[in-house]
């Protein structure tokens, strides 16, 4: 699997990061904001927001003191990512399991 | 290159017939192992080679997870199919596939991976992109990784 598409999984594998993007579904929300709606410390909502943001999954910027953070606008390039590297392995494999049966036949 | 697709292309030593063959019928083979919803390596993908048909994946005690269904059929240049893997059938993506001449012996099979539903018209793309993507994502690996998700 791609590595972006390894990193992807990995940050929606997980159920409180599942949840944290739940959460942003409605809006960009703080740290803070979002650590009083979940049953983990603040700075551990810090670490899902940091693996969010490496997988490009939720952007952020700054308000005066506090970072906000959001879903990337377009939902689907999340999903790219994703797609992107799986249909690279599929067709990589598709072609070497083509040509060995195909010209097994002929 | 729109941002609300993903293309991928490979070129095989097949004719066009073959190659096209070969998707429906080897997908067993080259779809990525790791790619599965049933927990195991072991299960077997199956492609329904007509309009309407299935692509799933059949676990070895006989569950079956359905990845997609196809939308047109047209052998042997084309196949559109949903990709919706365990997700709600109002959530998926759009699959095209389209086997073109490479020269002689040759096919260029490419792939266009697209968010929503192709020949729908009237949707606001940006809130049908939003939504579909994120559902389809938080869905789709949620099944994946077979944990609950917050309707």
Same mark, same amino acid.
């Given at each position: 699997?791609?590595? !972006? &598409?390894?990193? !992807?999984?990995?940050?929606?594998?997980?159920?409180?990061?599942?949840?944290?993007l739940e959460l942003l579904r409605g809006g960009p929300r703080s740290v803070t904001d979002l650590a009083s709606e979940l049953p983990v410390s603040r700075p551990a909502?810090?670490?899902?927001?940091?693996?969010?943001?490496? !997988?490009?999954?939720?952007?952020?910027?700054v308000d005066g003191r506090r970072h %906000?953070? &959001? %879903?990337?606008?377009?939902?689907? &390039? !999340?999903?790219?990512?994703? &797609?992107?590297? +799986?249909?690279?392995?599929? %067709?990589?494999? +598709?072609?070497i399991v083509a040509e060995t049966l195909g010209n097994a036949d002929a | 290159?729109?941002?609300?697709?993903?293309?991928?292309?490979?070129?095989?030593?097949?004719?066009? =017939?073959?190659?096209?063959?070969a998707w429906h019928e080897q997908i067993h083979l080259w779809w990525p192992p790791t790619h599965r919803l049933a927990g195991e390596a072991s299960s077997r993908m199956v492609f329904e080679p007509r309009e309407g048909g299935r692509i799933l994946e059949r676990a070895v005690d006989g569950r079956e997870f359905e990845w997609g269904r196809v939308q047109i059929w047209e052998p042997p240049y084309r196949i559109v199919h949903t990709w919706l893997p365990g997700g709600p059938s109002d959530?998926?993506?759009? /699959?095209?596939? /389209?086997?073109?001449?490479?020269?002689?012996? @040759?096919?260029?099979?490419? /792939?266009?991976?697209?968010?929503?539903?192709?020949?729908?018209?009237?949707?606001? #793309?940006a809130k049908v992109r939003f939504d579909h993507g994120w559902t389809?994502?938080? #869905? =789709?690996?949620?099944?994946?990784?077979? @944990?609950e998700v917050p309707s």
């Open positions: 699997m791609g590595e !972006a &598409a390894a990193r !992807a999984l990995d940050a929606v594998g997980e159920p409180t990061r599942r949840r944290v909502v810090s670490q899902h927001l940091s693996k969010l943001h490496a !997988a490009g999954l939720v952007t952020r910027t %906000l953070y &959001a %879903l990337r606008s377009d939902g689907f &390039a !999340a999903i790219r990512e994703y &797609a992107g590297s +799986f249909w690279s392995d599929a %067709l990589a494999r +598709f072609r | 290159m729109p941002d609300d697709r993903v293309v991928r292309d490979v070129e095989v030593a097949l004719g066009g =017939g073959a190659a096209f063959a959530t998926p993506t759009s /699959v095209e596939v /389209v086997f073109s001449p490479a020269g002689e012996g @040759r096919t260029l099979v490419r /792939v266009t991976h697209s968010t929503g539903q192709l020949g729908r018209e009237g949707w606001d #793309r389809a994502l938080l #869905r =789709g690996f949620a099944h994946h990784t077979q @944990r």
